[in-house]
């Protein structure tokens, strides 16, 4: 599985080794790509570009200050577009300034959290459909649908046959009632 890592280039830690330490002890199934996003609003982008490079996931890591609150939110809405674009899910692993006080203690918060979120990425991963399996059966041919099925809430066409009118003959609205 090969996971898209991204910090921001103004994080306080090298949180990538850490990530890289971490996924060691977890699984051996587990690659990194790593990217730097210049700015926390850059970080859709990157994680864009990621997904563009063949990550099957994408951990965004970054230190937030009372100063990236607001751009959070903005970012969060635009990684949904990225994620649903893709069909693929991105983590944000944040580590708030009132966490840690020593560079010893924000390592240690942060590789408690990046071990979190790579354990919930590999189950996540082990949860997914694989490949059908043999003797499997397809049910758009099943039913007859020939993968021309019609969307969910949207009702076919009527013929002229099937039309209705709830106008008389003469053109007075007949009553349902």
Do not use: C
């Amino acid at each position: 599985m090969l996971v898209g890592f991204i910090d921001v280039a103004s994080n306080k830690v090298d949180a990538y080794f850490l990530a890289q330490k971490a996924s060691e002890e977890l699984s051996p199934n587990i690659s990194f790509t790593q990217l730097t996003s210049p700015d926390v609003l850059k970080i859709p982008a990157t994680a864009s570009k990621a997904f563009n490079l063949g990550a099957d996931a994408v951990i965004i890591y970054l230190n937030m200050d009372t100063d990236d609150a607001d751009s959070l939110d903005l970012v969060h809405e635009k990684l949904i577009d990225v994620e649903v674009k893709n069909a693929k899910y991105s983590y944000v692993t944040i580590v708030h300034q009132d966490e840690w006080s020593t560079p010893a203690e924000l390592e240690a918060v942060t590789e408690k959290k990046l071990r979190a979120v790579l354990d919930l990425i590999l189950k996540v991963d082990s949860t997914q459909p694989s490949a059908p399996k043999e003797g499997a059966v397809d049910l758009n041919s099943a039913l007859g649908l020939g993968g021309e099925a019609v969307p969910s809430g949207i009702a076919p066409a009527l013929d002229s046959q099937d039309s209705f009118s709830l106008d008389s003959p003469d053109n007075e609205p007949k009553s349902l009632f």
